[in-house]
C-alpha cells in the first residue's frame, strides 16, 4: 500500500518527573519532548515522538534544535512524497547529516502508520518473537547512599529485572558498594555519561575497583566520541563495557565491535536515527553473538511504545530501561498506560501499529507550542 502524507503536526509537549532525576552532569525535574502525528492523503495517521532532550548534555541535539530540522528539513523533503515502506520515507531525508533523534521521531511517525494501515503489530513487521519484554530501570544519583538504597529496594520489591545506577566521580564506588552489599544477587550496572577519563588516575583507579563488585557492566565510562581509549579500558578490565553515546550508525557498532571497544551495546531508538537503524545494530550484534539492551530517554508513551516493540528481537537478550511509565510521570498521553508487571512488559500483538493510541485530549492539555505543516497540491514520487 502506497502512503503520501497530507499533513503532519507537532507537538512540544510537557511532562512533570514524579522523582528530579539526576546523571552526572545535571539535573531535571520535567521533560520537553516532541510528538509527532502524520496523516497520508487517506486519512490514516501515525505517531511518532522525538525523545531530544531540552539540553545538550546527553549530545548534541536538543529540543529546540529539533523542532528546526524537522520543521524546515526533514518534513519538508517528505510531505506529498509516495512511499510504499518506511525505509523509503527515511530516504527523502537522507541528505541531512545527523540530528538522528529528529529523524528517528519523523520515523517511528511513519512506522506507525504503515504499520496502522496494514493491520500489523509493529513488532510484528520488525521481526520480533517476543510476547513480553524483561525492564529494568534507571536511577539517577542521589544525595546520599541511604536514598539511593531506598529507590533500589522500591524497585527490587516491585519485580524489576535489572538495576542501572548513574554514577559520577565522587558519586560511585560508595553507592554501587552499598547497593552490592545489601542485594549479592541483583543484575546491577553502572552508567557514568561519559564522566571518566583515563588521563585522570583516580578515575582509572575507580573504574578498576568496579572488577570487584560483579556488575553486568559499565556503561559509556569515557568520552562520547571516543572508541579507541574505551578499547584500552575494556583490556583491563573484566567487566563488560557497554557503549551508549558512541555509536550513532551500524557503522558506528561495527568499528567498536572491530577495535573490541565493548562487549556490550546500548541500542536507543532515537540515537540511532529510527528503528531500521536499530533493526540493523541488533542483527549485527546477533550476527557476532553480542548482547544487546534498549536504553531510553524517559520517552512519554509513543515513544516507550517503539522501544517495547524494538525490544522484541530475539538478539535483546538482557533487560533495558523500558520501565512502566507509571515510574516517570503521574499521567501519561497513551492508552491503554504501559506498565511493568513483576518485571515485565507485554509486546501488544493483537493491535496495529504502536499497539498504544495517542491521547490528543492530553497531548493538548500539556502542549506548549503546535504546529501544523501541510503538502502543496502538486506531488513527487519517492527516489
Not at 516493540?309 to 515510574?327: E, K, M, V, Y
Request: proline share 5%.
Amino acid at each position: 500500500m502506497s502512503h503520501q502524507l497530507r499533513s503532519v503536526e507537532l507537538y512540544l509537549v510537557r511532562l512533570p518527573l514524579i522523582r528530579p532525576f539526576t546523571t552526572s552532569s545535571h539535573t531535571k525535574d520535567h521533560l520537553d519532548h516532541i510528538l509527532i502525528r502524520a496523516q497520508d492523503a487517506t486519512g490514516a495517521e501515525g505517531w511518532g515522538e522525538c525523545a531530544s532532550a531540552a539540553d545538550p548534555y546527553y549530545c548534541s541535539e536538543t529540543t529546540e534544535s529539533s523542532w528546526h530540522i524537522l520543521r524546515d528539513f526533514l518534513i519538508p523533503h517528505l510531505l506529498g512524497v509516495t512511499w510504499d515502506h518506511p525505509d523509503e520515507a527515511a530516504r527523502t531525508w537522507q541528505a541531512v547529516r545527523g540530528n538522528n533523534f529528529a529523524k528517528a521521531g519523523l520515523e517511528i511517525a511513519c512506522w506507525d502508520l504503515y504499520t496502522r494501515s496494514g493491520g500489523e503489530a509493529l513488532a510484528h513487521a520488525l521481526g520480533g518473537t517476543r510476547k513480553e519484554i524483561h525492564s529494568g530501570v534507571s536511577l539517577g544519583i542521589e544525595p546520599t547512599v541511604e536514598g539511593i538504597l531506598e529507590q533500589v529496594a522500591r524497585f527490587v520489591d516491585q519485580g524489576y529485572r535489572r538495576i542501572k545506577m548513574k554514577i559520577g566521580p565522587g558519586r560511585d564506588l560508595a553507592y554501587l558498594r552499598a547497593v552490592r552489599e545489601r542485594w549479592p544477587d541483583v543484575l546491577l550496572m553502572a552508567d557514568a555519561n561519559s564522566a571518566y577519563s583515563l588521563d585522570n588516575p583516580d578515575h582509572l583507579s575507580t573504574l578498576r575497583a568496579l572488577d570487584d563488585l560483579n556488575l553486568m557492566m559499565i556503561e559509556q565510562p569515557l568520552a562520547d566520541d571516543d572508541i579507541i581509549d574505551h578499547a584500552r579500558l575494556q583490556a583491563e578490565l573484566a567487566t563488560p563495557i557497554c557503549l551508549d553515546e558512541s555509536i550513532h550508525t551500524v557503522h558506528d557498532a561495527r568499528k567498536a565491535l572491530d577495535l573490541q571497544s565493548c562487549r556490550i551495546i546500548n541500542i536507543k531508538v532515537s540515537r540511532l536515527g529510527g528503528l531500521s537503524e536499530a533493526r540493523r545494530v541488533h542483527d549485527l550484534c546477533q550476527r557476532r553473538d553480542v548482547p544487546v539492551w534498549c536504553g531510553g530517554m524517559h520517552e512519554f508513551g509513543v515513544g516507550r511504545a517503539a522501544n517495547v516493540a524494538i525490544s522484541s528481537l530475539p538478539g535483546f537478550t538482557l533487560p533495558g530501561d523500558i520501565s512502566g511509565s507509571d515510574r516517570a510521570y503521574r499521567e501519561d498521553i497513551v492508552d491503554p498506560p504501559i506498565r511493568a508487571h513483576r518485571g515485565a512488559i507485554d509486546v501488544p500483538w493483537e493491535r496495529p501499529g504502536l499497539g498504544f493510541d495517542a491521547n490528543l485530549e492530553r497531548i493538548q492539555a500539556r502542549c506548549v507550542r503546535q504546529l501544523l505543516l501541510e503538502a502543496e497540491r502538486s506531488t513527487v514520487s519517492a527516489a
